[in-house]
């Protein structure tokens, strides 16, 4: 009986270190967690601050405080500070190299989040995939697309791709071009798609609205009207222009041609 008493006896230290470590864990996470929520609310509630920054620097902060907590539960077993760098410092090369993806998605996410090629919201092409950001943090781009499918893009092919933002400035202008056959009055046709962009009032008059013949095809004159909106009326005022030119040309007897095709016949 003795002999066991001295047994657990010289296991006492090491089971209470374990206990110890256990609660530092568990308390390190739950107070990691709640430290990144609440700067992830601080950074979101501020009007100066981009939302952006939000989930990434918050992630950023979990994760720094995870690992002071796995320092301090490797002192909990004896293990020194500067015996902890030494032993990181001898595996940071392997971690790098079988790491060597992740750290370039860090890298590239803390480039995209100081320099802000895109934002939360905006509707982005990254490398011909093109989507709403939903999400930006540590290692990855979260892209909804307008039918509603996710797409997780990485922060490294994000950066080193050609990235264009559709939704970086508020307005856009709204290239349309309109056939109409040689028979009929350019000028005419002009002033219709003129009159209508002037009474839609979601064209800005500043650029004015421009419309010009712009090349002589084979079997149509094409007439191109640069109109400028706001960023959010494009989809709308490009179909809607559309149709209601079509309709009008049709009213005043513009016509729209389309390829005929002509059949000979060879007789013998």
Known sequence: MDEVVTQVGAYAPLIMSAVKALVVLILGWIVAGAIAGMVRRRI??????????????????KWVILIIVLVAVLGIFGIEATSIVAILGAASLAIGLALQGTLSDLAAGVMLVVFRPYKLGQYVDI?????????????TTELVTPDNVQIIVPNGQSWGSIITNYSAHDTRRVDLVFGIDYGDNADEAMKIILDIAKADERIHSDPEPWVRVTNLGDSSVDLTARLWCAAADYWDVKFELTKTVKEAFDAKGVSIPYPHSVEIQKQG
Do not use: E
């Open 127 to 139: 490398g011909g995939t093109a989507g709403t950001v939903r999400d930006l943090n540590l290692f």
């Open 44 to 61: 979101n509630s501020t009007p100066q601050i981009d939302p952006t920054l939000g989930n990434f620097v918050a992630s950023l902060v």
